[in-house]
């Protein structure tokens, strides 16, 4: 029986050291009876979703929003899961490793080093405590937004606890949103088809308004851009041939043109408001495309809800 214990506990407690090396969840390690505290030190903004032991071919992702301003102080957190907080103060020592990037996506782009700066690559985790922030500072003004910037971010030793083989090395997509960027609610609107210069299309199932139709979404597409998307038909049909719809605002007057990627036609509506109030975060918008052919005409008031 006793050779049973015995063996017993020696497969336990070689479990809980596996164990330790790859679990993410706070609160699970309790004193260990000599005055310390066994805890997983990991990157806290990581979620949940490698699968324990596995070979890490890939690198957990995620991504942080901020504003596209010249500088701003991202936050990555540091975590130490111990019952109690840190026994005491943890000097955790973070280092960037871009072959973490390489190895996840070829679609992203290293952040250049030019972009960002590192304050410090010692993060004290204080006695009691179980976060505390290593901080980026990222130029997002200067951002090319026609690429997905990321940072591989790997905590390379801690003086308490045992750095996570899952959650210790992660990669981080740096996503700038400018001060457009977000979801709007159609105030009032009308999109209109013609068969030719001058004829509606007549009958038509896709003329109306566009009051019902689903919230649309400007994406940061640069400093001063967005683009449009989520745009429909009256009934709520997708529409064909203008994906890609940019408006680029002019900070100084809040005039905004309109373009598109994939549609050199689309234009603004001549004599038609197309602005943008900061007052009450909202869009006036005409535009056109097809004029010579088959013209298609939009017309769009859109308000700031809630941020995307």
């Known amino acids: 029986m006793k050779t049973h214990l015995k063996l017993y506990s020696v497969i336990m407690a070689l479990g809980i050291c596996l164990f330790t090396s790859c679990v993410k969840e706070d609160n699970m390690f309790t004193d260990n009876g000599n005055g310390g505290e066994s805890g997983i030190v990991e990157l806290g903004d990581l ?10 071919v890939t690198y957990t992702t995620v991504t942080k929003s901020f504003d ?14 111990g019952v109690n907080g840190a026994p005491a103060d943890v000097t955790v020592q973070v280092a960037i490793n871009n072959a973490a990037v390489a ?38 003004s200067s951002f090319n937004f026609a690429l997905t910037y990321a940072l591989g971010i790997q905590i390379t030793s801690s003086s308490n606890g045992i750095v996570s083989g899952n959650y ?36 038509s199932t896709l003329n109306g308004t566009q009051v019902g139709n689903p919230n649309i979404t400007m994406i940061t597409n640069g400093a001063n851009s967005v683009i449009v998307s989520n745009m429909k038909w009256f009934g709520g049909g997708g529409i064909a041939g203008i994906d890609n719809t940019v408006a680029t605002i002019n900070p100084t007057t809040n005039a905004v043109t309109m373009s598109c990627l994939t549609n050199a036609t689309l234009a603004n509506r001549a004599g038609l408001p197309n602005n943008y109030d900061p007052a009450t975060k909202t869009f006036t918008l005409n535009f056109d ?13 859109l308000k700031y809800v809630s941020a995307r």
């Open 289 to 301: 495309w097809n004029q010579t052919t088959a013209p298609r005409q939009m017309s769009l008031v």
């Open 47 to 56: 979620p949940p979703t490698r699968t324990a032991g596995a070979t890490a």
């Open 103 to 140: 190895a996840t996506s070829t679609t992203y782009t290293a952040l250049p080093t030019n972009l960002y700066t590192i304050p410090s690559n010692t993060v004290t985790i204080l006695k009691g405590q179980k976060k505390a922030n290593f901080i980026v500072k990222v130029k997002a």
């Open 68 to 81: 596209a301003a010249a500088e701003v102080d991202v936050p990555i957190v540091i975590n130490y899961t």
């Open 168 to 203: 210790g090395t992660g990669v981080f997509i740096f996503s700038a949103k400018n001060q457009w960027d977000g979801v709007y609610q159609i105030v009032s609107g009308q999109v209109t088809r013609y068969t030719a210069v001058g004829v509606v299309e007549n009958p």
